[in-house]
């Protein structure tokens, strides 16, 4: 059984930025990585996708102000954000992607309020 521990999240005032991390409780090198959100009353997104091999993607909304990493070594993915929004508040989930019929994991989520 996989644990995923999000950590990071906080208030802060737009354009400000945090950095949140996602520590696994085994070993992420073989497995793609993401960090979902999901603000109160919308439906939970994908916000940023690593492969197991590091390359990433972001969903439009925070290209160019969200990194997504990963350091193995550590078993932990993180997510850099800048230039945060009023519209990035939302609770913020690390995923872990089962490879084939593997099970896939979720954490439990790490609050991000940004004041205007």
């Known amino acids: 059984q996989m644990q995923l521990v999000e950590s990071g999240g906080g208030l802060v005032q737009a354009g400000g930025s945090l950095i949140l991390s996602c520590a696994a409780s085994?070993?992420?090198?073989?497995?793609?990585m993401a960090w979902y959100r999901q603000a109160p009353g919308k439906q939970r997104e994908l916000v940023a996708h690593i492969t197991s091999d590091g390359r990433p993607n972001y969903a439009d909304s925070v290209k160019g102000r969200f990194t997504i990493s990963r350091d193995n070594a550590k078993n932990t993915i993180y997510l850099q954000m800048n230039s945060l929004k009023p519209e990035d508040t939302a609770d913020y989930y690390c995923?872990?992607?089962?490879?084939?019929?593997?099970?896939?994991?979720w954490g439990r989520g790490t609050l991000v309020t940004v004041s205007s």
């Open positions: 085994g070993s992420i090198s073989n497995n793609n």
């Open positions: 995923y872990l992607e089962g490879r084939g019929r593997a099970i896939s994991y």
